[in-house]
Protein backbone atom coordinates (compact mmCIF):
# COMPACT_ATOMS: atom_id res chain seq x y z
CA UNK A 1 0.00 0.00 0.00
CA UNK A 2 1.43 3.48 -0.90
CA UNK A 3 1.62 6.07 1.76
CA UNK A 4 -0.15 9.24 1.45
CA UNK A 5 2.80 11.71 1.20
CA UNK A 6 3.14 15.58 1.11
CA UNK A 7 4.66 17.26 -1.56
CA UNK A 8 7.59 18.38 0.53
CA UNK A 9 7.56 15.43 2.60
CA UNK A 10 10.63 14.24 0.06
CA UNK A 11 13.01 16.53 1.51
CA UNK A 12 13.51 16.29 5.29
CA UNK A 13 15.04 20.04 5.78
CA UNK A 14 12.17 21.15 3.30
CA UNK A 15 9.66 18.86 5.95
CA UNK A 16 11.60 20.42 9.10
CA UNK A 17 10.66 24.05 7.87
CA UNK A 18 7.01 23.49 7.31
CA UNK A 19 6.39 21.58 10.04
CA UNK A 20 8.23 24.39 12.44
CA UNK A 21 6.75 26.82 10.62
CA UNK A 22 3.13 25.47 11.15
CA UNK A 23 3.99 26.19 14.90
CA UNK A 24 4.83 29.73 14.72
CA UNK A 25 3.50 33.02 15.51
CA UNK A 26 0.87 34.67 13.27
CA UNK A 27 3.76 37.13 13.42
CA UNK A 28 6.16 35.47 12.28
CA UNK A 29 4.35 33.24 9.38
CA UNK A 30 3.21 36.43 7.99
CA UNK A 31 7.29 37.29 8.26
CA UNK A 32 8.18 33.77 6.79
CA UNK A 33 5.22 33.89 4.05
CA UNK A 34 6.50 37.77 2.97
CA UNK A 35 9.95 36.28 2.32
CA UNK A 36 9.13 32.86 0.22
CA UNK A 37 6.85 34.95 -1.38
CA UNK A 38 10.41 37.05 -2.53
CA UNK A 39 11.64 34.28 -4.49
CA UNK A 40 8.87 34.30 -7.02
CA UNK A 41 11.26 35.70 -9.59
CA UNK A 42 12.39 32.26 -9.68
CA UNK A 43 9.33 30.48 -10.61
CA UNK A 44 7.78 31.07 -14.39
CA UNK A 45 5.30 33.57 -14.79
CA UNK A 46 2.55 30.65 -16.08
CA UNK A 47 3.16 28.79 -12.80
CA UNK A 48 2.23 32.13 -11.15
CA UNK A 49 -0.72 32.22 -12.31
CA UNK A 50 -1.92 28.58 -11.86
CA UNK A 51 -1.13 29.26 -8.52
CA UNK A 52 -3.46 32.66 -8.05
CA UNK A 53 -5.92 30.55 -9.16
CA UNK A 54 -4.92 27.62 -6.51
CA UNK A 55 -5.09 29.99 -3.61
CA UNK A 56 -8.44 31.41 -4.78
CA UNK A 57 -10.05 27.97 -4.88
CA UNK A 58 -8.36 26.72 -1.41
CA UNK A 59 -8.08 29.81 0.44
CA UNK A 60 -9.76 29.70 3.75
CA UNK A 61 -11.29 26.45 2.51
CA UNK A 62 -8.92 23.66 3.05
CA UNK A 63 -7.71 21.42 5.47
CA UNK A 64 -3.86 22.18 5.70
CA UNK A 65 -2.99 24.53 8.01
CA UNK A 66 -1.97 27.11 5.59
CA UNK A 67 -4.62 27.30 3.67
CA UNK A 68 -7.04 29.66 6.20
CA UNK A 69 -4.37 32.45 5.28
CA UNK A 70 -4.29 33.39 1.87
CA UNK A 71 -0.77 35.01 1.94
CA UNK A 72 0.45 31.74 3.28
CA UNK A 73 -1.47 29.83 0.84
CA UNK A 74 0.29 31.51 -1.99
CA UNK A 75 3.80 31.59 -0.26
CA UNK A 76 3.44 27.76 0.41
CA UNK A 77 2.60 27.13 -3.50
CA UNK A 78 4.77 29.17 -4.62
CA UNK A 79 7.83 27.24 -2.80
CA UNK A 80 6.31 24.04 -3.92
CA UNK A 81 6.45 25.69 -7.94
CA UNK A 82 10.03 26.71 -7.18
CA UNK A 83 12.73 24.76 -8.07
CA UNK A 84 14.43 22.17 -5.99
CA UNK A 85 17.42 24.50 -5.00
CA UNK A 86 15.32 27.12 -4.22
CA UNK A 87 13.67 25.14 -1.63
CA UNK A 88 16.12 24.16 0.26
CA UNK A 89 17.80 27.48 0.26
CA UNK A 90 14.69 29.08 1.07
CA UNK A 91 13.72 25.99 4.01
CA UNK A 92 17.61 26.52 5.42
CA UNK A 93 16.91 30.27 5.71
CA UNK A 94 13.42 29.32 7.38
CA UNK A 95 14.73 27.12 9.94
CA UNK A 96 18.19 29.29 10.72
CA UNK A 97 15.76 32.25 11.71
CA UNK A 98 13.83 29.72 13.68
CA UNK A 99 16.70 28.34 15.35
CA UNK A 100 17.64 31.70 16.43
CA UNK A 101 14.31 33.21 17.13
CA UNK A 102 14.61 35.99 14.90
CA UNK A 103 12.11 35.89 11.90
CA UNK A 104 13.42 39.14 11.15
CA UNK A 105 16.41 37.82 9.73
CA UNK A 106 14.47 36.77 6.67
CA UNK A 107 13.54 40.73 6.19
CA UNK A 108 16.87 41.65 6.54
CA UNK A 109 18.30 38.96 4.07
CA UNK A 110 15.57 39.67 1.54
CA UNK A 111 16.36 43.37 1.35
CA UNK A 112 19.96 42.53 0.88
CA UNK A 113 18.75 39.96 -1.72
CA UNK A 114 16.85 43.19 -4.07
Do not use: C
Not at 80 to 100: D, V, Y
Amino acid sequence: MAEYRRWYDNDPILKEALELLSLQTDEDKSTAANFIISLQEQVAQDVIERIYEITKQFSKKGNRWYDSDPVMLKAVELLRAAPPKTQRMAALKLLKAMESNNMEELEAKKKNNE
